[in-house]
């Protein structure tokens, strides 16, 4: 059973950075989009970030110019968020997600997001 280990979440005052990273137990294949959404109480989850295979990259526009993704696809299956300009309403668990299309998807278990004086 395939397994993401998500790590880097925590407290942070507003203004701050975290780094937010994912990796899977195992290399995986097949990989179309590596991304990360977060789900704040009482929220939908959302779709924070993504990454492409191709290359494309998706931000949502409240993080954009203030978040940035990256991955490794070939080497083995890692993805991570660097978080810049941290404000109150970033405040969410966060999920990293693996899509493999028709060979299905794979959901971190959430790391949590503080973002607070």
């Known amino acids: 059973q395939v397994q993401l280990v998500e790590s880097g979440g925590g407290l942070v005052q507003p203004g701050g950075s975290l780094r937010l990273s994912c990796a899977a137990s195992?290399?995986?294949?097949?990989?179309?989009?590596m991304g990360w959404y977060r789900q704040a109480p009482g929220k939908e989850r959302e779709l924070v970030a993504s990454?492409?295979?191709?290359?494309?990259?998706?931000y949502a526009d409240s993080v954009l110019g203030r978040f940035f993704i990256s991955g490794d696809f070939a080497k083995s299956t890692t993805v991570s968020l660097q978080m810049h300009s941290l404000k109150a309403e970033d405040t969410a668990v966060y999920y990293c997600?693996?899509?493999?299309?028709?060979?299905?998807?794979?959901w971190g278990q959430g790391t949590q997001v503080t973002v607070s004086s």
């Open positions: 195992e290399r995986l294949f097949r990989v179309n989009v």
């Open positions: 997600n693996i899509d493999r299309g028709r060979y299905g998807q794979f």
């Open positions: 990454l492409a295979t191709d290359g494309r990259i998706h």
